[in-house]
C-alpha cells in the first residue's frame, strides 16, 4: 500500500532553516512526479514545491529562492530544504506525488517571529 512519512518539521525562528524528509513506498517511486504541500491552519492545502521524476523542479512563488526540491530515486526519498524561512510559512508539510495517491501525517513547521 502507499506509503508517506514526512519528518523533520519543528519549529524556528524567522530567518532560520529546516529541511524536511518524506521517505515513500508502495508505488514507483521514480517513475512518479513527486510535490510537497502546506496547509495552514483555515486555509486550503497548497502546492509549494515540484519535482519530476527526472529532478526538474518547480515553485511556488511565495516559496522562490527560499526553498529547493530534490530526490533520491534509488532511496525512495524527497526533500525539502526550506531557507530563510517567514511566519507565513507556518504550516503542516506534506509529500505526495502529482496527482496525488495518499496523503501522510504530515511535519508541523512553526516559524517564530
Known amino acids: 500500500q502507499v506509503q508517506l512519512v514526512e519528518s523533520g518539521g519543528g519549529l524556528v525562528q524567522a530567518g532560520g532553516s529546516l529541511r524536511l524528509s518524506c521517505a515513500a513506498s508502495?508505488?514507483?517511486?521514480?517513475?512518479?512526479?513527486m510535490g510537497w504541500y502546506r496547509q495552514a491552519p483555515g486555509k486550503q492545502r497548497d502546492l509549494v514545491a515540484s519535482?519530476?521524476?527526472?529532478?526538474?523542479?518547480n515553485y511556488a512563488d511565495s516559496v522562490k529562492g527560499r526553498f529547493a526540491i530534490s530526490r533520491n530515486n534509488a532511496r525512495n526519498t524527497v526533500w525539502l530544504q526550506m531557507n530563510s524561512l517567514e511566519p507565513e510559512d507556518t504550516a503542516v508539510y506534506y509529500c505526495?506525488?502529482?496527482?496525488?495517491?495518499?496523503w501522510g501525517q504530515g511535519t508541523q513547521v512553526t516559524v517564530s517571529s
Open positions: 505526495n506525488t502529482i496527482p496525488g495517491l495518499a
Open positions: 508502495g508505488f514507483p517511486f521514480a517513475l512518479k512526479e
Open positions: 519535482i519530476t521524476w527526472r529532478g526538474i523542479p
